[in-house]
């Protein structure tokens, strides 16, 4: 791997914007194209530009072909918004990380002064065919061929089996994963544009009642699991000069990033040599983020949004972000750590598994969530006191992993 990277400079967020997560396109008569033209007005409009003042666009999108037989996403802005007709666009893919990449790409083109501003559109479109059906269309997001054959459903099975490999090195007690799945219910019921928001909640959902919470495969239970979801969510960044030159002040920065990329399949990464951390290359890309955001670790974040697509997952992230020890995640989920009036807030939107789990729109839509807690906008799900907040998005059993910081600027922490 290359050596620790140095001090990043500040890339601005002009504004932020993403859908309700709750709803149905399909049964609203509405298409992907309905959905890009909504996020375009609700993501220019929250940034306070016109389409004329965008230089190019990133739109994530990782299942597009096999949910609704469209994969040039890239054009679709222009398809839709006659006044981004010649800016050029691009789509990126990489499975649940595919919109962090398309953050990434664009503001490599802000800092190569390429463009000065840039928007990011992440947008899915998964509820078009019945809810198994569905879930099987991620296959495509593991090595297929290799470890998706007799797998019913690969992403249960996947982080099932990393839940058995801290069980094997540290133990694990079930009952863990259950509390996370209940905090990420509970706080998404605070959340207007979450999915399970109406959701009716009890004690038993949350427990080992197989009519209620029924198991999914393994250990993993239906609220163990995030749901197949609809949304978009976008992202306008600009440059120094492009602020100088209009006066405008943006609330928020992302001032670090980490990005790493390994194999496909989850076998290569367990066959690896065992270190501390389950998945090290996770953890290197949330130090990556640190050092380029000049900070030297967890005490100086005040919440993270992590990738809960499954509680293990959040189990995975608690640790590698060093809330705990490693393997020790256990420690945080009892003391109510992360809880949004712990010591650490994770999740305080209710993450993927309570507010929704569109695929090529969750990296942005962390991005978003966080610009919303550091510059105390997030409405009943605010952390008090949020300045600074981190994310972290995985594709795939970790094959690839991007982090943000995310932090207020000085005018908005005034």
């Known amino acids: ?55 190019s666009i990133h739109v994530g ?29 691009m789509r990126h893919e990489a499975a649940c990380a595919s919109s962090s990449m398309a953050i990434l790409a664009a503001g490599a083109e802000i800092e190569a002064g390429r463009y000065d501003c840039v928007l990011v559109l992440g947008i899915e479109q998964e509820r078009t065919m019945p809810g198994a059906q569905a879930a099987q269309v991620q296959e495509a997001a593991a090595w297929v061929g290799q470890e998706t054959d007799g797998v019913e459903f690969i992403w249960p099975e996947t982080f099932d089996r990393i839940a058995a490999e801290y069980d094997a090195r540290y133990g694990l007690d079930e009952r863990h994963l259950r509390e996370i799945g ?7 019921q605070d959340n207007p544009n979450a999915q399970t928001r109406s959701w009716n909640l009890s004690s038993d959902s949350f427990g080992t009642d197989d009519h209620v919470n029924p198991i999914v ?46 194999g496909l399949s989850l076998q290569s990464k367990l066959d690896r040599p065992h270190e501390p951390y389950v998945m090290p ?21 005040d919440l993270a949004e992590v990738h ?24 945080a989920v009892e003391a109510g750590t992360i809880t949004r009036g712990g010591m650490r807030p994770v999740n305080p939107s209710g993450g993927l598994i309570g507010g929704g789990h569109p695929v090529g729109a969750t990296g942005a839509r962390m ?18 006191g949020a300045r600074r907040a981190q994310t972290l998005n995985i594709g795939g059993s970790t094959a690839s992993t991007v982090s943000f910081v995310i932090e207020a600027t000085e005018e908005a922490a005034r």
């Open 1 to 55: 791997m290359a050596g620790q990277p140095t001090r990043s400079h500040d890339l601005a967020i002009l504004g932020t914007w993403r859908s309700d997560f709750a709803r149905n396109l399909r049964k609203e008569g509405h298409d992907v194209a309905d959905l890009m033209r909504e996020a375009l007005d609700g993501t220019l409009s929250a940034a306070g530009v016109a389409a004329s003042d965008i230089e």
């Open 61 to 89: 999108n990782a299942f597009g072909g096999q949910y609704i037989g469209q994969t040039h996403l890239g054009a679709m802005p222009a398809s839709v918004e006659p006044e981004l007709w010649g800016v050029p666009a």
């Open 182 to 188: 209940r905090i990420n219910l509970e706080n998404a």
């Open 217 to 262: 495969t393994g250990r993993l239970r239906r609220n163990d699991c995030c749901q197949i979801t609809d949304g978009a969510a976008g992202v306008v960044l600009v440059s120094d000069r492009w602020l100088r030159d209009r006066g405008r002040t943006p609330a928020a920065t992302v001032a670090g990033w980490g990005h790493s990329t390994v």
């Open 281 to 301: 290359h996770v953890r290197r890309a949330i130090t990556d983020a640190w050092a380029r955001a000049g900070i030297d670790g967890i005490d100086h974040v």
């Open 308 to 331: 809960d697509c499954m509680t293990p997952s959040e189990y995975m992230a608690i640790d590698h972000l060093g809330i705990t020890d490693p393997g020790m995640s256990w420690q």
């Open 367 to 384: 991005v978003a969530d966080a610009v919303a807690q550091v510059t105390g906008a997030a409405g009943a799900c605010q952390v008090d």
